[in-house]
């Protein structure tokens, strides 16, 4: 993913396969069950670090 690519996720909004995951130090426990879910589907997209609301 080039970083053109990567704005453009950040700037829209979670979906059905796109999940953004605050994370400083370690991967948060919340991952495994989107991890779940996006392997039960067509998969998708986490983006660790960002924060939105």
């Known amino acids: 993913m080039?970083?053109?690519s990567l704005?453009?996720?950040?700037?829209?909004?979670?979906w059905k396969d796109l999940e953004f995951k605050v994370a400083s130090n370690e991967?948060?426990?919340s991952v495994y069950d989107t991890v779940s879910a996006?392997?039960?589907?067509?998969?998708?997209?986490?983006?660790f670090g960002i924060h939105k609301e």
């Open 2 to 4: 080039d970083e053109n």
């Open 7 to 14: 704005l453009q996720l950040i700037q829209g909004e979670e």
């Open 27 to 29: 991967v948060p426990k």
């Open 38 to 47: 996006f392997s039960n589907t067509n998969g998708g997209t986490i983006v």
